[in-house]
C-alpha cells in the first residue's frame, strides 16, 4: 500500500470565528498528529471584507466571493500534488448561489476528494440539492456525523449508501473531573453552574433557557446560567448586538440579572475545556431540529457533562438511552423542569455524566483522526486504482495490442448439445436453470459478429446448435417464440416475452445478413419474415428496439421487402412518439424510468436514421425519408448524449444504470447492481453513433465503457478472466457477483469483439462496416 503523504483541509479556519473554523482546525491539527510524515495544509475560506491573521498551516486563501480565487485554489492545489482533499461543507461559506463556486474548484481537482457535511437539508431547495447532488457526484466518500445524515442523503440526494461514512464530530480528551476545581478558578465556587457555550444567535434558543430559570431557581436558589460565547459575527454585521441586548433586557425583566451571566468571548479551547469542567449541567436549548452537528455538544458530552437539550438530529442520537435528556422544542417549562431534576438529584446527574463520558471514549480527535485518514487512505487507493484503469483505456484505440485476446473457454463450457445455458454458479453451468431463447439469440448474434475479418469463427456445429435452439423455440401456434427451456428439453410456456421475441428476431435479421453459411442466411429471413407479422401489436418499446436492430439485417438482406421497410418505420415512429411526450428539460429519454440494455432503444434509432439516410440518398423521389432519417439520428443521438451522461460516474468512469432503480420514475440511477448487458449496449450504440456523425468522441466513449469490464468501475475489480474469456454477472455494492452465466459471458464478448474491431479499423484508417452487436 502507498503511504498517504500530503493531505489538504478546505473550509474555514482560526481565527476566524465560527464553528466550522473550529473544526477544521482541530480536525487539520489531529489528522497532522497521527502520522509523523504526513504534510496538512488548510486552504481556508475568507468572507468578504474580512482579512485574518492565518497560522502557517493555512497555505492559501480564497476570498468566498471571487470565483477567480477557486480556480488558483484548485491549481495550487493540483500543482501541490496532494494525494486527498478534505471538504468541510456548509451552507454560507461558500460564494455563488446555495454556495455554488466551490464547484469551480473541485471539478478541476485530480486528486480525490472526501467532503464532510456539516449540514444535510431534509428539504433543501432546488439550487440546494443540485448543489449536494453534484459534491456527491465529485467526492469519492461522503462523511456526516449523525444516523439521520446518512439517511437524508440515502433518500433526498439519492447518494450510494457505500459513499457514505458516518464519523462522529471529534472531542478533546480530557479525564472526567468533579467540577468544583474548575469553578473555585473561573468565580463560581458554591453554585449549581448551567453553561451553554458557542456564538450567539437566534436559533439558539437561549431565551427558551432564560425563561426557564425562575422555575430552576425555586429548586436551586444558587443556579446560575452562564453564557458564554460572542455573537456570530454574521450577526454582528447585519444587527450589531441587538440580539444580546434583547436576552440582557429579558432577564432584567425576570428579574434574575444575579442568576444569569453572559461572557462575550471566543475562547481558546484550553479556556473553553476549564468552563465546561466547571458547569453542572449543560444545556443546548437549539429551535431548529435539522441541527445536523453540534461541536459544543459533542464537547461536553465528551467531557462526561450532564446533558439537556431538544431533539434536533445529533442530540436525538447522542443523548439517546439515557445518555442526556431530551425536551420539546421552546418548552421552558419542561427545560426547567429537567434541569431542576438534574441539580437536586446528584445520583442521577452523576449516573448520566459517567454514561456519556463512558460512551464518548471514540469520539476522541486521535480516535476520530484514525477514522478519517483510513477513508483518506480508502479514497486514495481507489483514485489510484482507477487512474490505472483509465490510462489503460486511453491506450485501447491507440495500440492494436491493447484489447484483449478473444478467449471462448467459458463460452464452450456453457454450451451443451442443446445451446447456451442460462445460469452457472461460479464458473460452472447450472443446469437447475435450463436454457432461454433469449442467451441462446444473443449467442447468434456473437456466431455472427465473429465471421468478420480478424476473428475466429465459432465452431460450426456450435453456430447451427444455437439456430436450431431458435428454430425450436418457434411456436406455429401462437406465432410466437417461447423463451425459457428446463435442463430437460421442455418447454416451459407456450410465449415468451414481448422482448425475447423481439431480441429473437434481432438474432435473425443479423443472421439473414451476416452469418457465413448461405443455407443458414436463407433460413434466418423466412423464419423472420413468419415472425415479425405480430409485432405492431406489441406495446414494449424494447421489443420494438430490438426488431429495428433485426430489421437494421434483414432489410439489407432482403431489400425488396416493401412490408419489412414499412415496418422499420412504423416502429421507429412509435419510439419518436413516446421520445416526444416523456422528454423534458431534465430528461431526455424514452420512458419515464430507466430499466435495461437502455442504449438498446438509442441504438435502434441511430441505425435507422443510417438506413433510411441512405435510402434518401439513393432514391431521391422518397418522400419525406431524408426528413424522418434526421429526426431518428437527432433522437437517438440526443437520447444517447443524455443516457452517457447518466451513467458516468463522477470520477469518470462507467457506472452502468443498477437493478435496484429499474422502474423508478425520473430518478438518477442506482449505482448497484451494475451488470455486463448494460455495457455490451452501451459500446454499441456509441459506435453506432460515431458511424453516424463521425465524432471520434464516440470511439472514446466506447473504450471507456469497455474498460468497467477490466476493472474501470466503482470497486476497481476486473470483471472477466483474461484467460477463460469468463465474465462475472455483475457489481454488488461491496463485491462483484462471482456467477459467470451465459448472458454475462456473451455481453462481455460481443463487447470485446467491438472494441477489437474498432482497435483494427483505427489503426487501418477505414471506415467500419456495420457491426453486429
Known amino acids: 500500500m502507498v503511504a498517504l503523504n500530503r493531505v489538504a483541509f478546505i473550509g474555514n479556519s482560526l481565527p476566524r470565528r465560527c464553528g466550522i473554523a473550529t473544526f477544521t482546525t482541530d480536525l487539520q491539527h489531529a489528522v497532522a498528529a497521527s502520522r509523523p510524515d504526513l504534510e496538512t495544509v488548510v486552504v481556508a475560506m475568507t468572507d468578504h471584507g474580512q482579512v485574518y491573521d492565518y497560522p502557517s498551516t493555512v497555505g492559501f486563501q480564497i476570498n468566498d466571493d471571487q ?37 469551480a474548484l473541485l471539478s478541476r481537482l485530480n486528486m480525490p476528494v472526501v467532503t464532510t457535511l456539516h449540514t444535510v437539508l431534509a428539504e433543501p431547495t432546488k439550487v440546494q440539492r443540485e448543489v449536494i447532488v453534484r459534491i456527491s457526484e465529485i467526492s469519492s466518500k461522503i462523511v456526516v456525523m449523525a444516523e439521520k445524515g446518512r439517511e437524508l442523503l440515502r433518500t433526498v440526494y439519492q447518494v450510494a449508501d457505500e459513499k457514505i461514512e458516518v464519523i462522529a464530530h471529534g472531542i478533546p480528551e480530557f479525564a472526567f473531573v468533579e467540577p468544583d476545581e474548575a469553578k473555585a478558578r473561573r468565580g463560581f465556587s458554591d453554585r449549581a453552574v448551567i453553561l451553554t457555550f458557542g ?27 452562564v453564557v458564554l460565547g460572542a455573537t456570530h459575527p454574521n450577526l454582528i454585521r447585519d444587527q450589531g448586538e441587538a440580539y444580546r441586548d434583547s436576552l440582557v433586557a429579558r432577564v432584567r425583566k425576570l428579574g434574575i440579572d444575579k442568576h444569569v451571566v453572559f461572557l462575550d ?41 450532564a446533558v439537556v437539550s431538544t431533539p434536533y438530529w445529533h442530540a436525538r442520537e447522542l443523548l439517546a438511552d439515557g445518555r442526556g435528556i431530551l425536551v420539546p422544542f421552546g418548552d421552558a417549562a419542561a427545560i426547567g423542569h429537567e434541569i431542576a431534576k438534574l441539580l437536586t438529584n446528584a445520583v442521577l446527574r452523576q449516573a448520566m455524566r459517567k454514561r456519556a463520558y463512558s460512551s464518548s471514549r471514540p469520539m476522541t480527535w486521535e480516535r476520530t483522526a484514525e477514522r478519517y485518514v483510513s477513508t483518506f487512505d480508502h479514497a486514495g487507493r481507489r483514485h489510484r486504482l482507477k487512474a490505472i484503469a483509465r490510462s489503460d483505456t486511453s491506450t485501447l484505440l491507440r495500440d492494436s495490442r491493447a484489447p484483449p485476446e478473444m478467449r471462448i473457454g467459458h463460452f464452450l463450457s456453457m454450451c451443451d448439445d442443446t445451446g447456451l445455458f442460462q445460469h452457472a454458479v461460479h464458473c460452472v453451468p447450472d443446469r437447475s436453470h435450463g436454457y432461454c431463447v433469449d442467451d441462446n439469440a444473443r449467442a447468434l448474434l456473437l456466431a455472427c459478429a465473429l465471421n468478420i475479418p480478424g476473428e475466429e469463427r465459432l465452431p460450426e456445429v456450435l453456430t447451427a446448435r444455437f439456430a436450431g435452439f431458435v428454430q425450436h423455440a418457434w411456436n406455429p401456434d401462437t406465432k410466437r417464440f417461447r423463451n425459457f427451456m428446463g435442463f430437460n ?19 435473425l435479421g443479423v443472421c439473414a445478413l451476416t452469418d457465413a453459411s448461405l443455407s443458414r442466411r436463407k433460413w434466418a429471413a423466412a423464419l423472420f419474415a413468419e415472425a415479425a407479422r405480430n409485432v405492431e401489436v406489441f406495446r414494449s418499446p424494447r421489443a420494438w428496439a430490438f426488431v429495428l436492430l433485426g430489421l437494421d439485417g434483414y432489410c439489407a438482406a432482403v431489400p425488396g421487402d416493401a412490408d419489412a421497410a414499412d415496418l422499420r418505420l412504423r416502429l421507429a415512429d412509435r419510439l419518436i412518439a413516446i421520445f416526444n411526450a416523456v422528454e423534458t428539460q431534465d430528461w431526455t429519454w424514452f420512458e419515464q424510468g430507466l430499466a435495461y440494455d437502455n442504449a438498446r432503444l438509442s441504438q435502434a434509432l441511430i441505425l435507422t436514421g443510417i438506413a433510411t439516410k441512405d435510402m434518401a440518398t439513393k432514391d431521391m423521389a422518397t418522400k419525406g425519408m431524408a426528413t424522418k432519417s434526421a429526426v431518428y439520428l437527432d433522437a437517438g443521438l440526443k437520447s444517447l448524449r443524455w443516457l452517457v451522461k447518466q451513467q458516468t460516474a463522477a470520477s469518470g468512469q462507467f457506472r452502468p444504470v443498477g437493478t435496484a432503480g429499474f422502474g423508478e420514475t425520473r430518478r438518477k440511477p442506482r449505482p448497484f447492481d451494475q451488470q455486463p448487458l448494460e455495457a455490451a449496449a452501451t459500446i454499441a450504440a456509441c459506435l453506432a453513433a460515431w458511424r453516424a456523425d463521425h465524432d471520434v468522441e464516440w470511439k472514446a466513449e466506447a473504450a471507456r465503457v469497455f474498460a468497467w469490464f477490466l476493472g474501470s468501475n466503482d470497486l476497481s475489480t476486473s470483471l472477466v478472466d483474461l484467460e477463460t474469456g469468463s465474465c462475472r454477472d455483475g457489481l454488488h455494492p461491496d463485491r462483484p457477483n462471482e456467477n459467470r452465466g451465459g448472458e454475462s459471458v456473451v455481453s462481455y464478448l460481443l463487447g470485446l469483439c467491438e472494441i477489437r474491431q474498432l482497435a483494427r479499423l483505427s489503426e487501418s484508417r477505414v471506415q467500419p462496416a456495420p457491426l453486429v452487436a
Open 489 to 507: 428439453r421442455c418447454w416451459l410456456e407456450d410465449s415468451g416475452s414481448e422482448d425475447s421475441h423481439g431480441r429473437t428476431l434481432w438474432a
Open 265 to 305: 468571548q471566543f475562547v481558546d479551547q484550553p479556556t473553553l475545556l476549564d468552563f465546561i469542567s466547571m458547569c453542572d449541567v449543560y444545556v443546548t436549548p437549539y429551535l431548529n431540529e435539522a441541527q445536523m452537528t453540534s461541536g459544543t455538544l459533542a464537547y461536553s458530552f465528551g467531557l462526561g457533562k
Open 67 to 103: 470565483p477567480e480565487d477557486y480556480i488558483r485554489a484548485a491549481e495550487f492545489l493540483n500543482d501541490g500534488r496532494f494525494e486527498v482533499v478534505s471538504l468541510q461543507h456548509e451552507f454560507g461559506i461558500f460564494g455563488g448561489d446555495a454556495g455554488s463556486h466551490i464547484l
Open 199 to 225: 456564538l450567539l444567535s437566534h436559533n439558539k434558543g437561549i431565551e427558551v433557557m432564560i425563561d426557564a430559570m425562575p422555575a430552576i431557581l425555586r429548586s436551586r436558589p444558587d443556579a446560575v446560567y
